[in-house]
Every structure is written in C-alpha cells, then in structure tokens.
C-alpha cells in the first residue's frame, strides 16, 4: 500500500492556519456525526457511511500520517501546504 502525503500530517484546525497566505479568512469548525448526517441528508446511504467513518478517521488521529512515498515516488521532497497555497495565491 502507498500513502502519499504531503511533508505534515496536518488536518483540521492546522491546515486552517496553513491557508493564510491566501489573505482570505479560514476557519475549522469540527463537526458531529449529526452535522454530517443533517448536511447530506437524501443522499445515498453508502456516501453518508463513508463520511462518517472518514471523519471518524480524522478524528482519532488516522490521517494525520506522514510517509516517504511521494520522495520515493518523484526522488523529491514534498514541498509543505503552505509554500503550495503561497504558489497558488499568487496573482
């Protein structure tokens, strides 16, 4: 199995902060399982499954992961959230 991640296992409330160079305001706000349920009500019932169990996931800890694979993939470092959002944000 390959996880590719970026050079931080950052979620939530860190990537937030991490969008700053965007000179827009970001904010998290962590959600219930009733949140997820109320925001996607009439969908198919395996999506609303997989969302609750992804941020279920995110919550405990289980992608806040970092791995080797993009450098073992490209030969590169990955470069980190910030410098890809400040890359972007340019006019």
Do not use: F, Q
Not at 50 to 66: F, K, M, P, T
Request: net charge neutral; hydrophobic share 35%; glycine share 10%.
């Amino acid at each position: 199995m390959i996880a590719v991640t970026g050079a931080t296992g950052k979620v939530g409330r860190l990537v937030a902060d991490e969008l700053a160079p965007t000179g827009r305001p970001h904010r998290y706000e962590p959600g219930t399982d009733e949140d997820w349920l109320e925001r996607r009500r009439g969908r198919d019932p395996w999506r609303i499954e997989a969302g609750i169990s992804s941020y279920a996931a995110l919550r405990c800890g289980e992608l806040n992961l970092v791995s080797g694979d993009y450098r073992a993939l490209t030969g590169d470092d990955p470069l980190p959230l910030r410098e890809i959002v400040r890359l972007l944000a340019r006019p």
